[in-house]
């Protein structure tokens, strides 16, 4: 494989981790740019969208090479995207090869997520947090905490079956919903509403309309208003669990 190769395999490879981990792509378009940037060539071209990224870089004597990536999975890891930002930086400065770089964003792209138990304390925790602000009842608190835990692991499980994106999310509506609910006859002094309120909050795609923002903001209109639509769907479809449950039980 020559080295323009090498090298715009390094740019899609960066700008995919990046994409599937939550960055903005005006962030990933110019990481792209910067990486190709180093063979000093003109109309060099970078395009980032939130399903697909292209790159083209021009050759001399020979025609451009272009090459395209298709993204089938998004999530959001910060900590994958500051590792891919101090990669290319130190590709772009010159710090290290482009072989050590291909190693590194290899590196960068198997590393180990958060172990399952930390995750699921975690989703008991924010639920917990938030029902106690709601309510400021310690009760709230604790029941929510249950509920988000469990919630963890029906998280974790869904994630690993072929289902279409937003059905999961229904599923995860109707789940904290029920469990609120079911519990309330058994912690007759708790508020459901509240209960329901911190269960959801990890669900909350607040990051993703965050990013909307933000790259509409920066002129990324296409990508802007397709993360805009899929945080407003996941937020119908949790509200649409919820509502589902609730009409049930009432």
């Known amino acids: 494989m020559d080295n323009d190769t090498k090298l715009i395999n390094l740019a899609l490879d960066a700008g995919e981790i990046m994409i599937q981990n939550g960055a903005e792509t005006f962030r990933v378009k110019d990481t792209m740019r910067r990486i190709l940037g180093t063979t000093g060539r003109e109309n060099i071209e970078a395009t980032a ?4 990224l292209l790159a083209t870089l021009p ?3 020979q025609r451009p090479l272009s090459m395209m990536r298709a993204i089938h999975s998004r999530s959001v890891n910060f900590q994958k995207v500051c590792h891919v930002n101090d990669m290319s930086r130190a590709f772009v400065e010159g710090r290290i090869t482009l072989d050590e770089a291909i190693y ?3 590196q960068i792209s198997h590393e180990k997520e958060y172990r399952l138990l930390t995750r699921v304390i975690f989703y008991g925790l924010i639920a917990s947090c938030f029902s106690f602000l709601s309510s400021r009842s310690a009760l709230d608190g604790f029941v929510a905490q249950i509920i988000g835990t469990l919630l963890g692991f029906l998280v974790h499980w869904t994630n690993r079956q072929k289902m279409p994106y937003f059905l999961p999310i229904f599923l995860h509506g109707c789940f904290v919903a029920f469990m609120a609910c079911g519990l ?4 007759p ?14 669900l909350f795609p607040g990051v993703t309309f965050s990013k909307a923002m933000r790259d509409i903001l920066e002129g990324s209109i296409i990508s802007g208003y397709t ?18 449950t609730l009409s049930y039980f009432i």
């Open 227 to 244: 993360k805009l639509v899929e945080a407003v769907v996941i937020a119908v479809s949790l509200a649409g669990g919820v509502g589902m």
């Open 184 to 187: 309330h006859p058994l912690f």
């Open 189 to 202: 002094g708790t508020r459901v509403d509240t209960i329901i309120i911190g269960g959801l909050m990890p």
């Open 59 to 61: 050759r001399e004597d």
């Open 49 to 52: 969208l939130v399903t697909l």
């Open 104 to 106: 590194y964003l290899d």
